[in-house]
Structures are given as C-alpha cells and as structure tokens.
C-alpha cells in the first residue's frame, strides 16, 4: 500500500516515501564555509558507453595512514538503499576489489584511486518515487540525477572529511549544490547530510527566493510551470525561512539550493522527496484521477516537509542531530501550514491537515518512547510522529496563541529550540519546558505531559 493510496483510503500512511530513513538524511549537517579548502580526496565522473548511458566514476583515496587495506562502501547501504557500484577496481588494475562479509569493498595497500562504474536505469516517465534515492537516468537520458548515498564509495573510518566530485573532461556536464572553491561542487563528509548531483544537460532555472538562490531541474517543465510549483517552493520557502532565521539573517553559505523536480504518475500512489544538506528531490504528482488539488495538496505537503528539514538543520549548524521524533513531527506540523497557505482552496487544505493533526485521537505511545522505535520499528516509530506528533505541535501552538490572546505562538520559540541540545531520553529540553511555564498556564503542561511524557514542574505549571 503507496502513501498516496493510504491518504485516499483514510488508512494511517507510513510515510517512508516522504522521510526515508531521516535519522540517516539530516544526521548531524555540518555545512562548513562557503568557499572549502582543496580536499585531498576527490571524485571526478564522465560518461562512458557509445549511448554517453553509463557514467565511471574515480575517488582519489585519502592518504593512507598504513594499513594494509582499507575497507569502501556506499554509505546508503547502511540505511536500506540498494547501492549501484559496480565493479569497483584499483587504477591501472583489471580484476575488482575483494569483497567483506559485510558486502564492502577492499582497497590493498598502495590503492591510490579506485574507479567503478554506475549504470543508472531508464525509467518510464512518471515511475520514479525519489524518496530510493538511486541514480537515475531522465528524460530520455539527457541527464541523470546522480546519488551521492548510493553511488559514490567512501572510506569507512572515522572523521571522514568531504571532499569534491568533478567532471573528469569537457564533454561531462555536472551540476551540484555548493561549488569549491577550485572547481566542482562539495560531496559531504560521514557526518553530513547527503547530497545529489545532476550529470548531463538539463533545463536549469534559477530563482532568487529571499536570502536564497535556486537553482532548479525538472524532468518536464511544462508541467512544473502548469503546476506552479516554483511559486509554491517560492512561497513555502519564504514562510519558512522566516519561521526558522527569523532573529538571524541567513548566513551566506547556507543561501544556496538545488532543487529537483520529479514527476509520477499519481495512479500509482507513490510520491516522495529527499532533502540532502544542500540538494533537495521532490515528487509532483501526475496524471491519475482528475482530483488536482488533492494531488496538489499532497505534492506541497511533501515538498514543504523535506524543505524544513533542510533550513531546520542548516539552523543547527554543528549541533548533533536533533531526536528523530522532534525532527520528523515539527517538520510534518510545518510542512502542513506551510501547505495550507500555498493552497487557495481552503477545503482540499483543512481535509489532508485533518488526517494527520486530531486533538481527540487516543495516544498511543508517548515520544519518550517513540524515541526508542525508531531503532526496532521505524515505520510505526514515523505514523506516530507525523500525526501524533504534528497534532502536539499544533496543540501547544493553539494554546501559546490563546494564553497570549493572539500576541505569541509557537513560531517565535522555533528559532531557539532548533538551537537547543536535546536531551538523549526523547524529551524536550528544560530550556524550552522553561520558556513555556513561563505562561503560568496548565493546558500547556497537559500538552507536554499527554504527548511527550515529560514530568511536569509542579512549582511553575500554574495550577
């Protein structure tokens, strides 16, 4: 069962096509300055084949610090991605790298540069659910929407630093999110987000959205401008830009993004995005039934989500990552009212927020303990913060809206709690738990208590 076949059939949706694997995607984003020293360690990409189909790519190792051999992996294989190496061998070598138990590769002493080759499928228009994450060839194969997680090997040690990937000749068009200062674009380090690259000759636009510059793909522009998706990304960008720095500009290496636009079909119910630190997939949903602003809605909702990931991480700068429940229910909440407010018809909005935000559905689990499911059931670990969670959010911002008779909501604590360290028990901050007894107002302790499970402060919960 697709997400979108769940959403139309009222069933509780378990959203790993809108946040596959989160804890993996914004773990820890490091985003570093905007113009990066020279890496040692570098990737370079070209095609290969007589269709200009495949693409080989070579990684330059890191110097090695004398051990007799070091082990290579894509690092999305770790996260449930199907990795698409093939035949990884040493420079100036023909037989391939032996493999591990653990399906890595192994590079021998006195490997200096190791190249594969990556032979990204052709998908029939409208079949590409980017939330797998996988290379791609699009559009008849003019480009191909390159995966950074599934196609690119790393050294597994500690204290991966990034590095870059470049076109290796003239003939090798590559576009990225943050460009080196020597040429290519950033490749994250361990620790990072992941990022997605786009090799080949597509239609670019780009769009000075705020602090921001765009640059945008599509796989089919008529389609992206019918939509109008530019402005919609335009006008949730803004909104929540302004939720996330709005008593800070945004620093100048985080103004760059690169958006991509995929198609599919919505008779198959699939649509997904992926937001890396700096790069950002999204589905829009095509063809189908003729309920367009369902489809809309569901398109902006995604979209929306995956766009506060990426500025709510970027916010937190070199912080650790923020608990998965709190990343993915805050996310869902703000995706939600930044839908609503790039849809015009008001009723298609409030049905979709309604299946997820509902004050008076039974709580399940509380987030204390959601925490822990995401590492033994990450599906029902997901349900419960999407709907559980965003409905929190939503209570507690009604409730700041009403103890303030309108002059306060949740909006301007986000900038500070993004900037927060969480505890490791899945609760809030006492930070934040202060800021909010400040208002002497039980129903706000009743929100913590019946969510999040949180022992209340009896001295300061206003009873």
């Known amino acids: ?67 007799a051999g070091r082990k290579l992996a894509a690092r999305g294989v770790a996260w449930g991605l199907h990795q698409q190496v093939e035949s990884p061998r040493c420079e100036g070598g023909t037989e391939p790298l032996a493999k591990d138990g653990d399906g890595g590769w192994i590079a021998p002493e006195g490997c200096k540069e190791v190249i594969w080759t990556v032979s990204p499928p052709t998908m029939r228009d409208g079949t590409v659910d980017v939330s797998a994450q996988a290379s791609v060839s699009m559009a008849q194969r003019k480009w191909v929407l390159l ?68 640059r945008y793909v599509a796989d089919d522009w008529q389609r992206v401008h019918h939509l109008g998706l530019m402005s919609s990304h335009a006008q949730a960008l803004h909104y929540l830009g302004d ?31 992926a ?73 298609t909005a409030e049905k979709l927020i309604r299946q997820f935000i509902d004050p008076d559905r039974e709580v399940e689990q509380r987030f204390a303990e959601v925490e822990g499911m995401f590492a033994i059931d990450r599906p029902r670990a997901l349900e419960l913060a999407y709907r559980q969670g965003a409905t929190f959010w939503a209570e507690l911002d009604r409730t700041l809206r009403v103890a303030s008779d309108g002059a306060s909501s949740l909006d301007e604590y986000i900038p500070g709690l993004l900037q927060m360290k969480f505890p490791e028990d899945g609760l809030l901050p006492q930070a934040f738990l202060t800021q909010l007894r400040s208002w002497n107002d039980s129903r706000i302790e009743q929100a913590i208590m019946k969510y999040v499970g949180a022992a209340p402060d009896t001295e300061n919960s206003g009873r």
């Open 275 to 347: 937001a890396g630190s700096r790069s950002f997939l999204a589905n829009y949903m095509i063809g189908g039934d003729k309920n367009v602003p369902d489809h809309l809605a569901v398109t902006f909702m995604i979209m929306a989500h995956e766009q506060f990931h990426q500025l709510a991480d970027a916010r937190r700068g070199e912080l650790p990552e923020l608990p998965a429940w709190i990343n993915e229910s805050i996310a869902q909440y703000y995706g939600l009212r930044a839908m609503q407010r790039a849809i015009h018809d008001a009723a």
């Open 1 to 67: 069962m697709t997400i979108y076949e769940m959403l139309k059939m009222g069933r509780k949706p378990q959203f790993s096509a809108i946040s596959f694997l989160r804890s993996a995607l914004f773990a820890s984003v490091l985003y570093g300055f905007w113009v990066e020293a020279y890496a040692e360690s570098e990737y370079t990409v070209r095609w290969v084949g007589d269709d200009s189909y495949g693409l080989e790519i070579a990684f330059k190792l890191p110097p090695d610090e004398g051990a």
């Open 243 to 273: 939720v996330v720095y709005a008593d800070t500009p945004v620093p100048e290496r985080e103004r760059a993004l690169l958006v991509v636009w995929v198609g599919i079909d919505a008779r198959h119910g699939r649509a997904g995005g």
């Open 147 to 214: 995966s950074e997680p599934t196609s690119l090997l790393r050294v597994v040690e500690a204290n991966s630093q990034q590095s870059t990937l470049r076109p290796a000749d003239a003939g090798t068009e590559l576009l990225g999110a943050t460009p080196m200062d020597k040429g290519g674009w950033r490749v994250p380090a361990d620790n990072n987000a992941p990022e997605f690259f786009v090799v080949g000759t597509p239609g670019i636009e780009h769009r000075r959205v705020g602090d921001f510059t765009v």
